[in-house]
């Protein structure tokens, strides 16, 4: 519990008393790899922090591709957030990549701790504004920045991830081929 208990002292003002009765609430699972949390079609009832592993983030396209949409990785609140928020079903699908330890915060659990966590509606504000800015980059960077510029900032946003994720996940969440990754990679080197 040490890693999300740091994380929630960074983000919020919380007393020892509040933390421990919030974390008293929640489940630590270990995944296996490639080990499905969440699915397309059904509403998300939880949040996943990531004491250590990794989750990818994919969408199927309607051809039935699989396409790596994001990256989570250690110290890190993974959902479908939207879908969460909206109580809708998903089009995301959460899967491990390597073997990794979550804690699950239910929904009931999200609303206690708005309810009851002195800070608590901030601390769902702050994870909300992550959010919303790493969408934000990851809309401006398809559009704005070459597929060579992606390359190279990809360990800025995920550091050591060429040696966790198989390089076509890699592709994927660049939007290129493997084969138009592996050129970029040989002229870099």
Not at 31 to 41: G, M, N, T, W
Not at 101 to 109: N, Q
Not at 147 to 167: A, E, L, M
Request: charged residues 25%; hydrophobic residues 35%.
């Amino acid at each position: 519990m040490e890693p999300i208990r740091q994380v929630m002292k960074q983000m919020i003002h919380v007393s020892e008393e509040e933390l421990n009765d919030f974390l008293s609430r929640t489940i630590t699972k270990t995944c296996k790899r490639q080990e499905i949390l969440s699915r397309p079609d059904a509403i998300p009832n939880e949040i996943f922090f990531i004491n250590k592993g990794l989750i990818r983030v994919i969408i199927t396209d309607n051809a039935g591709t699989e396409h790596t949409i994001h990256f989570a990785l250690e110290n890190q609140f993974i959902a479908d957030y939207s879908s969460f928020l909206q109580k809708k079903p998903s089009l995301y699908t959460l899967q491990t990549v390597e073997e990794t330890e979550v804690v699950v915060l239910p929904r009931s659990l999200i609303e206690w701790g708005y309810k009851h966590l002195a800070e608590g509606q901030k601390m769902g504000r702050l994870i909300a504004e992550f959010y919303f800015m790493y969408q934000d980059d990851r809309i401006k960077n398809s559009y704005a920045r070459t597929p060579r510029q992606r390359y190279d900032s990809i360990t800025d946003v995920f550091p050591d991830i060429h040696n966790r994720v198989p390089q076509h996940m890699i592709a994927s969440y660049l939007g290129i081929t493997p084969v138009h990754l592996s050129r970029l990679k040989k002229q870099k080197g």
